[in-house]
């Protein structure tokens, strides 16, 4: 079993998506999302891990993935099936995608 796991050293790309929600829609993105990451992320290319994150105001859900490049990330967004999933996401919440590098990791 594989897990999330956020080190400084590792050759992974970042894939953060801060998506503005409507609170009474929350839930239904945040379905969209795991339904999306289900069928069609999980399968691409280049997929490490996907983490979905709830505010607890309801007014926001972040959509933290890990991929192995950014070639990976762009050949995904250009796929049809995942540009469909981002059309639903897109009519239910204002979406700021942006790929990071890790660049310092602090523990207790």
Same mark, same amino acid.
């Given at each position: 079993m594989s897990e999330t796991v956020i080190r400084v050293e590792d050759?992974?790309? +970042?894939? @953060? %998506? @801060?998506?503005?929600?409507?609170? +009474?829609k929350q839930?239904?993105? @945040?379905?969209?999302? %795991?339904e999306g990451t289900e069928k069609v992320m999980s399968h691409r290319p280049g997929f490490v891990s996907v983490n979905i994150l709830a505010s607890l105001d309801g007014t926001r859900v972040v959509n933290l993935a890990q991929w192995r490049s950014l070639d990976d990330i762009k050949a995904t967004m250009s796929d049809p099936e995942a540009q469909t999933f981002a059309k639903? +996401? /897109?009519? @239910?919440?204002? /979406?700021?995608?942006s790929p990071y590098r890790v660049v310092s990791v602090h523990h207790a």
């Amino acid at each position: 079993m594989s897990e999330t796991v956020i080190r400084v050293e590792d050759q992974v790309v +970042t894939f @953060i %998506n @801060i998506l503005d929600v409507d609170p +009474t829609k929350q839930q239904e993105l @945040i379905d969209v999302l %795991n339904e999306g990451t289900e069928k069609v992320m999980s399968h691409r290319p280049g997929f490490v891990s996907v983490n979905i994150l709830a505010s607890l105001d309801g007014t926001r859900v972040v959509n933290l993935a890990q991929w192995r490049s950014l070639d990976d990330i762009k050949a995904t967004m250009s796929d049809p099936e995942a540009q469909t999933f981002a059309k639903r +996401t /897109a009519e @239910i919440a204002k /979406a700021a995608p942006s790929p990071y590098r890790v660049v310092s990791v602090h523990h207790a």
